[in-house]
């Protein structure tokens, strides 16, 4: 039975589950060419095709997997990204993912929408680790990890396979329960 993801409000976003209404708006992002390949996916071809990827999204509880945000700006009541944690197994670890829209880029929302699902990681999933990984050459991405709080592991060579079949080095960071408390005791002074 699916159980619906939290939402999620910032003083700019709300994250909440992704909906089919959804694909108008990440369709308009995620047609654009260099914006998959960034993140590891291939570009949408047309919106049929970005509406089955959102339902692809929907299912993954199905494989155990917690599901997809839709990142909405408020401000324009518009949705301008995706974050998740995927890759999940239960109380022990997950992976960050995110996209923003390159007309949103450099206003730090990546990261004012990630640390949400951070604390609820490890404050509700009770997770030991969070890992974060980017292609090397994508260095805004590697930027939001690095603001967020996670520490740099080393390079996994050869670690990734794009949509197209090549072969590409990740830059893996990562964020343990023990960090996350570190974080927090910090903030809180």
């Known amino acids: 039975m699916r159980t619906n993801l939290p939402m999620f409000e910032t003083e700019r976003l709300i ?4 909906k089919e209404d959804d694909m108008f708006d990440m369709n308009e992002y995620a047609s654009i060419p ?3 390949p960034m993140a590891g996916w291939e570009p949408h071809t047309s919106l049929s095709y970005t509406r089955e990827v959102i339902k ?3 299912k993954k509880h199905q494989f155990g997997q917690l ?3 839709a990142i909405i700006l408020k401000s324009e009541d518009k949705m301008i990204g995706t974050c998740e944690l995927h890759s999940y197994i239960k109380d022990f670890k997950a992976e960050l993912g995110y996209t923003i829209s390159p007309k949103y880029w450099g206003n730090g929302y990546a990261g004012e929408a990630s640390w949400p699902l951070v604390v609820w990681g490890f404050s509700t999933l009770n997770l ?3 890992e974060c990984s980017t292609l090397m050459n994508n260095d805004r991405s590697k930027r939001v990890t ?3 709080g996670f520490k740099f592991e080393g390079i996994r060579r050869k670690g990734y396979m794009l949509y197209d079949n090549t072969i590409n080095d990740l830059c893996c960071y990562s964020m343990t329960d023990d960090d996350f ?3 927090i005791e910090v ?3």
Do not use: P, W
């Not at 994250?15 to 992704?18: N, S």
């Open 15 to 18: 994250i909440r589950e992704i």
């Open 128 to 130: 030991k680790r969070i």
């Open 187 to 189: 903030k809180s002074c």
């Open 146 to 148: 690095e603001k967020l």
């Open 34 to 36: 260099y914006v998959g």
């Open 56 to 58: 692809s999204f929907n």
């Open 181 to 183: 408390k570190k974080i």
């Open 67 to 69: 599901g997809v945000f």
